[in-house]
């Protein structure tokens, strides 16, 4: 059995209105055993496709390589738009050394809403998959419900949007299309992109998170 730790703090700018919800990177993270491309960062392997997204959005000229400039880079820009990275599970135990979110056993979370607490003027977060056993919003749902906080529903439709009340504001939840290949298949199946597919050929699912991260970020 293999013990998965989370091998980064939350990284949270002082005026950080949004935090992007993740749960735990590679295992590969954990003992530092990085593959080429990887930044030693939040989100940071090269298999994902989170900073690709942003950087296709924001034009960053992100470099994806193990160095000090790439992860400063990707800090830069969390610093310059009040957002934070702040992952939901501090640890687990899988019997594969794998990334899987449902191969994860015995989890540990961290108490988010203290985070939230700390940092009174965030206002959204922004979870990077959706209700599936083991993903953000679910170990989010489990969190809220042991303190009897109720999680409305704002849009029903791909990304799902909820909302709940905590120290007298609300706070905004958007369920946003995981950045891993595993999620290609949904998105596949999504009634928008198969619009999209039709009327552009050459548009693909990674063109259609482009499209939906645009909204938030």
């Known amino acids: 059995m293999f013990i998965h730790n989370h091998p980064y703090k939350p990284f949270i700018p002082k005026n950080a209105t ?31 496709q989170f900073w690709k997204i942003i950087n296709s959005i924001h034009n960053l000229k992100l470099r994806f390589e193990t160095t000090e400039f790439a992860i ?3 800090k830069n820009f969390l610093i310059k738009n009040n957002i934070g990275i702040c992952d939901i599970v501090d640890g687990c135990k899988r019997e594969k050394m794998d990334a899987s979110d449902l191969g994860m056993q015995q989890i540990i979370l961290r108490d988010y809403l203290s985070y939230l607490s700390d940092y009174p003027k965030i206002n959204t977060l922004l979870l990077t998959g959706g209700n599936s056993k083991n993903g953000p919003e679910y170990h989010l749902r489990r969190l809220l419900k042991k303190q009897n906080i109720k999680l409305d529903v704002i849009e029903t439709k791909t990304p799902k949007i909820h ?14 299309t995981a950045p891993t290949g595993t999620a290609n298949r949904a998105v596949g199946s999504n009634p928008d992109y198969k619009i999209l597919k039709q009327q552009n050929p050459k548009f693909n699912t990674f063109d259609f998170r482009v499209l939906q991260y645009k909204k938030f970020f």
């Open 72 to 74: 400063q880079q990707r």
């Open 18 to 48: 949004k935090l992007i919800v993740g749960t735990l990177p590679p295992p590969r993270f954990s003992v530092g055993n990085l593959k080429k491309g990887d930044v030693d960062f939040c989100y940071g392997s090269i298999d994902g």
């Open 163 to 176: 909302s709940f009340q905590f120290n007298n504001r609300i706070i905004k939840v958007v369920s946003l």
